[in-house]
């Protein structure tokens, strides 16, 4: 056998090993191995790094959107999808399919017309609260820290009364008033929103959800922090796959719902349901 005929083999050989992962789940995170060309289409997001076995025009493809029957969902493996699968509305093979949760009819924006912003920001006035005596007095809240406005964070240290709450928070407290409450509550709700980006984890749950569920998503990381969200691991694999029941489930299994669990509920049911339930008014939406 001749050398080039040998070279052939080998080629083939290797050929269906190097494209294994084409239409194949991505590896370490959601989504579909597909052309780079197929996930523009198809309006996804790219990820490098997780189709190992594919040349550079090969990438993980995820946070494809697709709508069936007029409800929005998000195109996934079937194994995946809790609710009901639609052929023919998204790239890959047979088993990829548009999926629309059963809970609420999909994963795609609520129908408020408010931003995710506007709706956080009412959500979160109403879950930090303020001192009864006012938006400039300093307190000490649910987990000792000191606090002033909107759930500003003055320290990060324990107190063990609103008189240490107001020593700690004194630089705040000089210049405080209400237009300067609500800047920085608008100022923290930019910041958060940008360090959740930074979590591969949170950032599939937050691309996936609808703005409801994306001001809950924010309130959770504004009280526990970019870092602390990030260790919500289960959950937020629940989010990013559109297990929005499964979700809601896991994060009430938490210190954090333990330690404000009408706050937890409230956010549960969010998640699970895509709508405000009896407390629409007291979160402004």
Request: charged share 15%; aromatic share 10%; hydrophobic share 25%.
């Amino acid at each position: 056998m001749s050398i080039k005929i040998k070279s052939i083999i080998s080629l083939l050989l290797i050929l269906p090993y190097a494209l294994s992962a084409l239409n194949g789940k991505c590896t370490g995170r959601s989504g579909i191995c597909v052309s780079t060309s197929t996930c523009s289409k198809y309006g996804g997001s790219l990820y490098s790094g997780y189709c190992p076995n594919d040349d550079n025009t090969i990438k993980c493809c995820d946070n494809i959107g697709c709508t069936a029957n007029g409800k929005s969902g998000k195109c996934v493996f079937t194994g995946q999808c809790s609710g009901s699968t639609y052929s023919g509305l998204c790239p890959g093979g047979s088993d990829f399919k548009c999926c629309v949760s059963s809970d609420d009819g999909g994963s795609g924006s609520s129908s408020s017309s408010k931003t995710v912003k506007q709706l956080v920001t009412s959500l979160l006035k109403f879950e930090e609260g303020t001192h009864k005596n006012g938006i400039c007095y300093a307190y000490k809240d649910s987990r000792g820290y000191p606090t002033i406005g909107y759930g500003k964070l003055c320290k990060s240290v324990i107190v063990y009364s609103d008189t240490e709450a107001s020593k700690a928070c004194s630089n705040y407290v000089s210049v405080c008033s209400a237009k300067k409450a609500e800047q920085w509550l608008s100022d923290e709700i930019d910041q958060k929103t940008s360090c959740m980006s930074s979590y591969s984890n949170i950032k599939a749950a937050y691309d996936n959800a609808s703005n409801y569920r994306k001001a809950v998503i924010i309130s959770m990381a504004y009280q526990l922090g970019c870092s602390g969200l990030n260790d919500f691991k289960k959950t937020l694999g629940y989010m990013a796959n559109g297990q929005w029941s499964n979700a809601a489930t896991e994060m009430l299994n938490s210190a954090w719902a333990r330690q404000t669990p009408n706050r937890a509920n409230r956010h549960s049911h969010v998640i699970k349901n895509n709508n405000c339930g009896t407390f629409c008014s007291n979160y402004g939406w």
